[in-house]
């Protein structure tokens, strides 16, 4: 009998989501029994200053893989849109569930479509990818900041402080709260961020045993659209000072096509280049150097000067 800490934060979504991990590996493995490590990090301590002014999504992250890197813990549950290029020395992405619902939602306080919003309507996000899109399609709506957990952010919009905010559907389902949705929106014109919709569970590398069993445990075709789109990131260098998105999925031919999308932060201008391909890195590579070699590495200078 071993027993596996899980260090989790301390919001609902994402003590839902280890939650359901547990379960997953409790039904593999009965001979392991499990305990919650809960983690307060800085990116739920900082609600008042967009996350790209702060160190961006890495606040999630950082301090769980201290404890993981100290033995305090065995394994992590994270969102994997939330997890930066780069893993703390030692640590591995060993598990990788099928990738759930990859789109984003859109939640208006009227039942009003992105299209009808009215003109100068408030919508809600401090994701630069998102209001980068949002600006393509709609340069009429004024943007404003949104942080918090996802449930203090609907109350936000129900109580009218927001004509409408974006959220991803993957978390608004797992928490059960599909009929909360206004619009799904379409990924070929809001393209997802890298990792949306999928779980990435992190541990020690020379932990064979959890390793192994996650590794059992994951969905191929997703750990090779993560691959895909985390190698796009990392070519990059992406950060949250830049709005820059990602999305794999199957296409007819049975090959992965992936969309890359990278906008210049001072918001004049975005890319956008997508291929298909059969090996996941080789693709994530192609899109990013081709995305480079168009301009991006302009906006990613201007944005690391700046």
Known sequence: MRTIRVASRRSQLAMTQTNWVIDELRARRPDWTFEIVPITTKGDKILDVTLSKVGGKGLFVSEIEDVLTAEYADLAVHSLKDVPYELAQGLVLAGIPLRADPRDALISHDGTTLAQLPEGAVVGTS????????????????????????????????????????????????????????????????????????????????????????????????????????????????????????????????????????????????????????????????VAQTLLQRGAANYLRAASEG
């Open 127 to 286: 994701s630069l990818r998102r209001a980068a899109q949002l600006q393509t399609l709609r340069p009429d709506l004024r943007v404003e900041p949104l942080r918090g957990n996802i449930d203090s952010r609907l109350r936000r919009v129900i109580d009218g402080e927001f004509a409408a905010i974006i959220l991803a559907a993957a978390g608004l389902s797992r928490m059960g709260w599909q009929d909360r949705i206004t619009e799904y929106l379409d990924p070929d014109a809001f393209i997802p961020a890298v990792g949306q919709g999928i779980l990435g569970v992190e541990c020690r590398a020379s932990d064979a045993e959890l390793v192994q069993e996650l590794g059992r445990w994951t969905d191929p075709f997703t750990a090779d659209c993560a691959v895909a789109e985390r190698t796009l990131l990392t070519e990059l260098q992406g950060s949250c000072q830049v709005p820059i998105a990602g999305y794999a999925r199957r296409n007819s031919a049975g090959d992965l096509t992936l969309t890359g999308f990278v906008a210049n932060p001072q918001g004049a201008g975005s890319l956008r280049f997508e291929a298909a391909g059969m090996e996941p890195a080789a693709l994530g590579s192609i």
